[in-house]
């Protein structure tokens, strides 16, 4: 990947839309990404758009639909559990006049086909379900919901930037209208993401300035980025699973009262959300940190919030207990002994967190 960036450095510094030598090499490399993230999501090259990321792509997705389309009234299905990327860009169509309905999760992080399928009206344009959760980790029965909503005549969209290179599908056979990804999910630098469109499907342009990506995307392409991304999803990818359930059994063995929130559920391969009963989340976050340990109490784009997960809310977990999780996220670098090396810091943090804490004695009582 590293080599691939690099040279789109030195090579493709034209404009890939420039007809001269130098433009045309760039759109040599440019086409070739979009190629290989194509073969990855298993559609064809016209199916990728470029983007700046899953945000940019979720909300060209969204907005491109919806505006799209004609109807006085309209109407747009997703869930209480999706990413801000998309649950923020649902808050704009209301305020531009349009219906949003938000599912709630069962207790488990997942949706009910069943209710889902009542929920869809004759003003429904799109439904957007994300593939996997970027916090629990759940994995929603996208499959399914796709050809629910197909069988409605609704666009469907989803949010596959945790799920893209974690599990294995492929776009070709689905009902899928609109697929969102991110680069920097797939071990690429961030600043690029891609669009999958099913052929036949029309979007209305959110940037206007250009007839990029088939007038479908606006603005200078970022040839070095894509090549990053398009080397990135040719890596081999092991899978996680056995890592992650070497770190949760490990937790689960030797720190009291800790559970796994969406434990029944499919889950991706490398992602956990583990609740630790009588402790900040917070706390912990920086307790490890200094054991040079990188964990997260939620979504990276809602740093900052003082609010508990809106995902663990709608799943039915307490203020308090929503406060008290801790997402853990593996990699393609990471080993058997550092998840050993980590259970062993968390065990030693929450000990010490929980002897400070005036609420763990309430909790256990």
């Not at 299905?77 to 709630?104: K, N």
């Not at 929980?354 to 256990?364: A, F, W």
Request: proline share 4%.
């Amino acid at each position: 990947m590293r080599e691939a960036l690099l040279r789109a450095v030195d090579e493709a510094w034209a404009n890939p839309s420039s007809i001269h030598q130098d433009g045309q090499r760039a759109r040599q490399l440019y086409e070739q990404a979009r190629a290989n993230v194509a073969a990855f999501l298993g559609c064809g090259p016209k199916d990728i758009v470029f983007t700046s990321g899953g945000t940019e792509a979720a909300n060209l997705a969204i907005f491109g639909a919806v505006r799209n389309d004609a109807r006085p009234r309209k109407h747009v299905l997703t869930t209480a559990v999706e990413h801000p990327a998309v649950i923020e860009a649902c808050a704009q169509l209301e305020r531009e006049g349009v219906a949003v309905t938000y599912l709630q999760p069962n207790r488990h992080g997942l949706i009910d086909p069943d209710i889902f399928r009542r929920q869809l009206q004759a003003e429904t344009v799109l439904a957007s379900v994300m593939h996997a959760n970027n916090e629990t980790g759940a994995v929603h029965d996208v499959a399914t919901l796709a050809a629910i909503a197909r069988e409605a005549g609704v666009l469907f969209h989803s949010d596959g930037v945790q799920a893209a290179g974690k599990l294995r599908f492929s776009l070709s056979s689905s009902n899928i209208d609109l697929y969102s990804v991110s680069a920097h999910k797939l071990n690429a630098p961030k600043g690029c993401g891609a669009l999958y469109v099913r052929p036949g499907v029309k979007l209305a342009a959110i940037l206007f300035g250009g007839r990029q990506e088939r007038s479908r995307r606006a603005g200078t392409e970022s040839v070095t980025l894509a090549a990053a991304m398009g080397a990135a999803v040719t890596l081999p990818r092991p899978g996680l699973g056995d890592l992650r359930d070497r770190l949760e059994q490990g937790i689960l063995t030797h720190v009291q009262d800790a559970h796994v929130n969406a434990g029944q559920s499919p889950r991706l391969p490398n992602t956990t959300n583990i609740r630790f009963e009588g402790i900040s989340a917070e706390s912990l976050v920086i307790a490890l940190d200094l054991r040079g340990f990188a964990v997260s109490t939620g979504a990276a784009c809602s740093s900052g919030s003082v609010e508990p997960s809106h995902v663990l809310l709608a799943m039915g977990l307490t203020p308090e207990q929503a406060r008290s999780s801790i997402r853990f996220s593996l990699g393609l670098d990471n080993t058997a002994e550092q998840v050993d090396l980590l259970v062993d810091a968390v065990t030693a943090c929450v000990t010490h967190l929980r002897k400070l804490s005036p609420t763990y004695s309430e909790v256990t009582q």
